[in-house]
């Protein structure tokens, strides 16, 4: 007799979790490093239906971690390849790809409803913070799961019963004052983001519109800001040159040359550092005579440092580059289409030697450490190296973990920690957090409404679903949508524009959040399915499922002893003022204004692109 299939997944499972397996319909977002992965664990382990959604291509870069993925795939979708793949795994398993944005209207609370488990397998924090969201409105545990490195983490999320993504704090995108940037380097980093997210676009991408830009003058900085803006003028008219011989000479002589003696004439920034050393251009010429004889053995080591000269030698070689794709692009653009840009790709070879060649060039100038194309390729890609085995270590513990999910066992769950360089063990594993009260994600109550959102007005949802249905009443209460404040008592002017009007989509979400200070509602979140009504225009609660909204518990201050009975702190309490909710607008009768916070920041700041949102490098910048 031939055996089942499953027969030894039933024989270590049990019968009754094999069976809640095969029946389990559930989805995983990403299909990148731990996704595929975690897809071959889904597929071998007999869960019944797996539905995937990456929006993602195969890119060369991933072939060395994402072992579902060949060659000959490089272009095609991660989903589709995903699911053609592993579905030959395990043909009993019903695999379903969606190669789409997890974030588009098709994906609505309902749809996150029908299935058993969601499973996290991102690496955007914007992303992962929108699937949070949605298992909380649809009331579906989710396994959130990340690497870094050598280092993962598995978390088990269930609405009501453990913290959600979003009860903790994370990391904000990496910022670096623009004069920093422009005129002290002191880090690898800052000439790597200058010649990245700067020099590249000045040039090749989009120029800096300095109408766009909060270039706030003060005593201290007025003149510097006068002579970064000529500086971007100047660059302007060099990207006119584009692909003439005299081109690589004029950019370098301009940002090596002209602008260092320009920054040696401010003195008083050099009192307590050392000043950068302007470069000449045909006198470095003639010393790199001998390195331009091995441009291509050069240019292909990218694990060495480069000295100056065979920088110098990159940087003309990728700038010929550059400038004969850029003239290509020109000469097929249409009269009416914008001007064509080259944008930085840590897989674009022509883009990365520009970038790692100029940032070394300016570490040289500013006597700082120069790096090698490998590291400078990592840095300014955010990137962390992703490590196989990490990711395959993590897949496992996410269906292990889904295990206690389906049983319903969470008091058996943990949150389990992947640290191979801990000095006790590689796993380290914790209970489940619980919710924080304060979160303004899982804190909140949600509902969903149904809306004609050509017809509903925003007066229909406030005196309808807000007052009557959610039972606010006479209650002071603002709502946000996803673009924004929409209402308050302060603010009516948008109450009979449509919802459609006011940038609601279908599946969008608005925030209800009570101003009053007694009796406090938590915030009630609204999720919006658009649907064709032929009575009223807006369709909220039934009559017979009126909600009983949660109450905000009240923050106090800890106390603490000083030993002797005596105490140097004390709760909010009597006559103090009741601690505020960030969310709730800024009333003109507050103390404090918005004006006065933003005085207190002087520099302008550049904020740096994060694909993965990983918090993956930190730069603390003084």
Known sequence: MAVARDTFNRRSLGPSLNALVKEARVLMVGAGGIGCELLKDLVKTGFGE????????????????????????????KALVAKEVAGAFNPHVKVVAHHANIKDSEFHVEWFRSFKLVFNALDNLEARRHVNRMCLAADVPLIESGTTGFNGQVQVIKKGVTACYDCTAKEAPKTFPVCTIRSTPSQPIHCIVWSKSYLLNEIFGTSEDQASLDLTENEDNAKEIAELQKEAEALRKIRESVGTEHFPQMLFDKVFNADITRLLSMKDSWKSREPPKPLDYKTLMARASEALTHKDEIIKDGQRIWTLEENLIVFNDSLDRLSKRMLKLLAARSEDSPRPTINFDKDDEDTLDFVAASANIRSYVFGIEAKSRFDIKQMAGNIIPAIATTNAIVAGLCVLQSFK?????????????????????????????????????????????????????LNDLVEDVVKVQLGYGEKEFAINSEAGLVYDPDLTDNLDKSLGELGIKQNGFITIIDEDDDDTFVNVTINVQEAKLTDKPIKGIEADQVPTIPRKPKKTLPVHSNGVSQTNGKRAADGEAPVKDPKKRLRAEDDGSLAAKKAKNDDDVVVIDDDVGTGAIEILDD
């Not at 890119?59 to 994402?66: C, G, H």
């Not at 969470?410 to 590689?426: C, G, H, I, M, N």
């Open 50 to 77: 797996v539905h995937i959604v990456d929006l993602d291509t195969i890119d060369l870069s991933n072939l060395n971690r994402q072992f579902l993925f060949r060659q000959e795939h490089i272009g095609k979708s």
């Open 405 to 457: 999910v389906l049983r319903g066992e969470y008091d058996k769950a943990r949150e389990v920690f992947l640290t191979p360089f801990a000095p006790q063990r590689l796993l380290g594993t914790d209970r489940p957090r619980p919710p924080n009260l304060y979160c303004p994600v899982c804190s909140t109550y949600y509902t969903t409404v149904q809306a004609d959102l050509s017809r509903a007005t």
